[in-house]
């Protein structure tokens, strides 16, 4: 069974910056790809972005595109999303998930980022 523990949630003014961290319990060549999504009071889930593991290619939604940027380690078994120029509209609990083929199976448990006007 798939574990992913996020951190590095808070609370920061627009236009600052936080870096996400995401810990998989799975060795993570036995994956597809990792990513990022984030759902905020009242909305549907939106994919953020994510890292394909065989080759390290990224994609990312427009509304975030140009500031935030996915990165892995492999040693650690490890993705992170760094976010920079935060917006009120980021407002959201930020998830990481695992692809192990084509389809996002198994969830963290989802980290609160709360951007301040």
């Known amino acids: 069974q798939v574990q992913l523990v996020e951190s590095g949630g808070g609370l920061v003014q627009a236009g600052g910056s936080l870096r996400l961290s995401c810990a998989c319990s799975?060795?993570?060549?036995?994956?597809?790809?990792m990513g990022w999504f984030r759902q905020a009071p009242g909305k549907e889930r939106e994919r953020v972005g994510q890292?394909?593991?065989?080759?390290?290619?990224?994609s990312y939604a427009n509304s975030v595109k140009g500031r935030f940027t996915i990165s892995r380690d492999n040693a650690k078994n490890a993705v992170y999303l760094q976010m920079n120029s935060l917006k009120p509209e980021d407002t959201a609990v930020y998830y990481c998930?695992?692809?192990?083929?084509?389809?996002?199976?198994?969830w963290g448990q989802g980290t609160q980022v709360t951007v301040s006007s």
């Open positions: 998930a695992v692809a192990k083929d084509g389809s996002y199976n198994y």
């Open positions: 799975e060795r993570t060549f036995s994956i597809y790809a």
């Open positions: 890292i394909r593991w065989s080759d390290g290619s990224t």
